[in-house]
T-cell receptor, first 113, second 117 residues
Framework: AQSVTQPDIHITVSEGASLELRCNYS??????LFWYVQSPGQGLQLLLK??????LVQGIKGFEAEFKRSQSSFNLRKPSVHWSDAAEYFC???????????FGRGTSLIVHP | KAGVTQTPRYLIKTRGQQVTLSCSPI?????VSWYQQTPGQGLQFLFE???????NKGNFPGRFSGRQFSNSRSEMNVSTLELGDSALYLC????????????????FGPGTRLTVL
């Protein structure tokens, strides 16, 4: 069975600093990988997804993620964080062929001014 | 273009009752997915419908069911409510492929907050 681990429950960064949120997955074959963001004002939103091809995926709001098969990771990055990025971030893995995703428990991002 | 709408936004029920939640997708979208979010279990996939057919189903008991109408609107039903069914129920729509499609993008509704007493 597939599983996702987001090791960091909370992360605090200063506005303007770079960000990396970690995601590790467990799945036997090539997974579908996703990052979502959830904030009180915007609800849940898909940031980006990886299915195949280029392992560096660009998403919305200036986010990117890199798929590293050797490390079973799909970390989310942003070069410069804005206060509006404060939210809960979820990584998810889906099985190939049919989409039944498994979500991580989320990482809460706090942004200091 | 209007976003995904879910009704009602808040609902209070008692154990043993049943409940029906509604989701209206973005106009032209044919795929609708449902998710449950609780503090204890986190985000979990319930099911996905496309063209009135259930395409994928998560690991939930048979008390959870859904359907999709010809206009793509979807409903989910929970029978014999339990305290643990208290959750935020999210609906998402996408043009066709759903989240399992490399080119489709899902759009989420604001959710229905269900409280079971």
């Amino acid at each position: 069975a597939q599983s996702v681990t987001q090791p960091d429950i909370h992360i605090t960064v200063s506005e303007g600093a770079s960000l990396e949120l970690r995601c590790n997955y467990s799945y036997g074959a090539t997974p579908y990988l996703f990052w979502y963001v959830q904030s009180p004002g915007q609800g849940l939103q898909l940031l980006l997804k990886y299915f195949s091809g280029d392992t560096l995926v660009q998403g919305i709001k200036g986010f990117e993620a890199e798929f590293k098969r050797s490390q079973s990771s799909f970390n989310l990055r942003k070069p410069s964080v804005h206060w509006s990025d404060a939210a809960e971030y979820f990584c998810a893995v889906g099985a190939g062929g049919s989409y039944i995703p498994t979500f991580g428990r989320g990482t809460s991002l706090i942004v200091h001014p | 273009k209007a976003g995904v709408t879910q009704t009602p936004r808040y609902l209070i029920k008692t154990r043993g009752q049943q409940v029906t939640l509604s989701c209206s997708p973005i106009s032209g979208h044919r795929s609708v997915s449902w998710y449950q979010q609780t503090p204890g279990q986190g985000l979990q996939f319930l099911f996905e419908y496309f063209s009135e057919t259930q395409r994928n189903k998560g690991n939930f008991p048979g008390r959870f069911s859904g359907r999709q109408f010809s206009n793509s609107r979807s409903e989910m039903n929970v029978s014999t409510l339990e305290l643990g069914d208290s959750a935020l129920y999210l609906c998402a729509s996408s043009p066709a492929g759903g989240a399992g499609d490399s080119t489709d993008t899902q759009y989420f509704g604001p959710g229905t907050r269900l409280t079971v007493l």
